[in-house]
């Protein structure tokens, strides 16, 4: 099971058009410093993402800054289909089915395709689910 700061207070830079995400000194103002994706940065509160910019300290690092608010990710979610009790973890998007898995079950973000997230479960495999069937972790 993941960390409550992982469930709820962090988030996961990712560009899908890149390899890095640009951390600015201000709204859409100079770049301090360009992190990789799937950095994970911090918010002060519980990890939503609201505003077009986002005041985010980078983990690990001294750096503050802001990021756009289209390339911040939860870094968990939980997998939740609506229409039944589980969803499929596939190869690929579209791809063949690797294993169900229950509604509930926590999984890490790993990046975009198209409609599609690709998830680390805490085993270390990875797959891709339908980005629909995955919900915010309960955290409140």
Known sequence: SLSIHQQ?????????????????????????????????????????????WQDVSVNDTD??????????????????????????????????VITPLSNGTEVLFQGTEGDWTQVQLSNGQTGYISTPLLAEPDCF
């Open 63 to 96: 750096t503050q800054g802001y990021i756009w608010g289209e390339l911040l990710y939860r870094t968990a979610y939980q997998v939740n289909d609506p229409t039944d009790t589980f969803a499929n973890l596939r190869d690929a998007p579209s791809g063949s």
């Open 8 to 52: 709820c207070f962090s988030l996961t830079a990712y560009d899908p058009d890149d390899s890095i995400v640009n951390v600015r000194d201000g709204p859409n103002v100079n770049i301090i410093e360009a992190i990789p994706n799937l950095s994970t940065v911090s918010i002060e509160g519980p990890a939503t993402v609201e505003a077009e």
